[in-house]
């Protein structure tokens, strides 16, 4: 089992960066697959970017690629999403997620470990 704690959220102005991280507590970390999700109000949650536990595959969604960039460090437990050129429309509330044995799945279902989610607002 894995505890998963979202930080690095804010308030920032489109075009502008945020990093996101995610520290996973006990020493199995590097046995996940993780990924980043986001919920937008009124919306479903959706994928965002996933990373597996080899690190050899990487997904991004369409909307974010080239501008967000996941990451991890197993010696630290962390997860990183590097968030640039932000715009409006990645204004969510981030979650990440932990799937052991992850291959990097774009699919929400197929993560077991949750974070409670830190808030993105970005103005125009």
């Known amino acids: 089992q894995v505890q998963l704690v979202e930080s690095g959220g804010g308030l920032v102005q489109a075009g502008d960066s945020l990093r996101l991280s995610c520290v996973a507590s006990?020493?199995?970390?590097?046995?996940?697959?993780m990924g980043w999700f986001r919920q937008a109000p009124g919306k479903e949650r959706e994928f965002v970017a996933a990373?597996?536990?080899?690190?050899?595959?990487?997904n991004y969604a369409s909307s974010v690629k080239g501008r967000f960039t996941i990451s991890r460090d197993n010696a630290k437990n962390t997860l990183y999403l590097q968030m640039n050129s932000l715009k409006p429309e990645d204004t969510a509330v981030y979650y990440c997620a932990g799937d052991l044995w992850g291959g990097g799945d774009v699919s929400a279902t197929e993560y077991d470990y949750w974070g409670q989610g830190t808030q993105v607002t970005v103005s125009s």
């Open positions: 006990g020493r199995t970390f590097s046995r996940y697959g």
């Open positions: 990373i597996s536990w080899t690190t050899s595959n990487i």
